[in-house]
């Protein structure tokens, strides 16, 4: 049976920290400011580009829609982070299957992937669950649109609170290391995760 490796998508893969930040600087708001209130909105399910407006709404004097629309598109156009386009040729050169399971819309992750699409056999998303991340719910709907064996899956992010506590519970979990958190077993690149499938 082929290993199975799923991947968060914004933060791991791409660099969300990049788009988000720069936006916002824009008004001179503190994108950690902006992801208390992300982690808050997720909680509810509706599309995520309009949590992403709402949570802009939340932190700028004078929203509008033109800006919501703005943002939510600098948000789509978040780019890879170096090491993830090597990761990822190395992995599509081995017997592993890839998957996606973000909390977004088919929509954004569109324009995200533009051009990438081809390295993954699954992308999931929370439009595909009605469930986001953190709950277990939306990794156990997306295994089960997999229709895959827990036991063969890895799943890697670079967060504990958005993926890794919850998804420990259902497989094997791997930290990608881009921030200050911790976990059982880490990787600082993305090529590096090769050496656990060996």
């Given at each position: ?11 791991t893969l791409f ?5 988000i930040?720069?936006?916002l ?10 992801f208390?209130i992300e982690f ?12 992403l ?13 033109d ?11 978040s780019?890879?982070f ?5 990761g ?33 056999d699954w ?8 469930i ?5 719910g939306?990794?156990k709907?997306?295994?089960d649109?997999?229709?895959?064996n ?15 506590a919850?998804a420990k519970n ?13 976990w ?6 993305l090529?590096?995760?090769i050496?656990?499938l060996?």
């Amino acid at each position: 049976m082929k290993k199975i490796l799923t991947f968060d998508l914004y933060g791991t893969l791409f660099d969300w920290n990049y788009s988000i930040g720069n936006f916002l600087k824009l008004f001179n708001i503190n994108i950690h400011e902006f992801f208390k209130i992300e982690f808050e909105e997720i909680k509810n399910f509706r599309p995520y580009s309009e949590i992403l407006k709402s949570c802009l709404n939340k932190l700028v004097k004078d929203y509008n829609e033109d800006l919501g629309d703005s943002f939510v598109l600098s948000f789509a156009k978040s780019p890879p982070f170096p090491d993830t386009l090597i990761g990822l040729k190395l992995l599509k050169k081995m017997n592993v299957k890839l998957g996606i399971i973000s909390n977004t819309e088919k929509r954004l992750i569109k324009i995200t992937l533009s051009g990438l699409e081809n390295f993954f056999d699954w992308i999931i998303t929370a439009e595909d669950t009605g469930i986001y991340k953190p709950d277990i719910g939306a990794f156990k709907k997306a295994y089960d649109i997999m229709n895959v064996n827990l036991k063969d899956v890895i799943h890697v992010s670079a967060y504990p609170n958005y993926d890794l506590a919850t998804a420990k519970n259902l497989v094997r979990t791997v930290m990608l290391k881009r921030y200050n958190y911790s976990w059982d077993e880490e990787i600082r690149y993305l090529s590096e995760i090769i050496k656990i499938l060996i």
